[in-house]
């Protein structure tokens, strides 16, 4: 790993600190469903979208540093690893095809923890078919 890798890496290690075990409980027991506030926190800390332009709210990395803070972010469990990918995935589409209104309505949002995306799964028998 680079230094930056290093620093980042360190970064993230010390927001997954700051999660509260009770977070990952209620979740656990389904008392809590959407954990937004794990979003709005790493929004805050400016580590959701690693790799949209600092225009957007990222921070300009590429795809193997986000790897890094996803190895971390990991730690905390599937849940909140695919919520944190999420806005990566829903981003990359509005960073690469959306328009100049779309990315600051939408993108730079997700990205800050303001905005909450999601996935919807069409694949019936499919790769991402979760009921196979």
């Known amino acids: 790993m680079t230094e930056e890798q290093k620093r980042l890496r360190d970064e993230v290690q010390d927001f997954t600190k700051s999660v509260p075990r009770q977070l990952l409980i209620d979740m656990d027991s389904d008392k809590v469903r ?4 794990f979003l709005v926190e790493a929004g805050k800390r400016n580590l959701l979208g690693l790799r949209f332009p600092r225009k957007y709210g990222g921070r300009g990395l590429k795809w193997v540093d986000e790897m890094v803070a996803l190895e971390e972010i990991g730690k905390l469990g599937v849940s909140l690893t695919c919520l944190y990918s999420l806005v990566s995935i829903v981003g990359e ?5 959306g328009t100049e209104a779309q990315k600051e309505k939408y993108l730079r949002p997700t990205v ?8 919807a ?3 019936p028998r499919g790769g991402s078919d979760f009921y196979e």
């Open 93 to 97: 589409a509005l960073n690469l095809f």
């Open 112 to 119: 800050e923890g303001k905005l909450y995306c999601a996935e």
């Open 34 to 37: 959407y954990p937004k506030e």
């Open 121 to 123: 799964l069409t694949e």
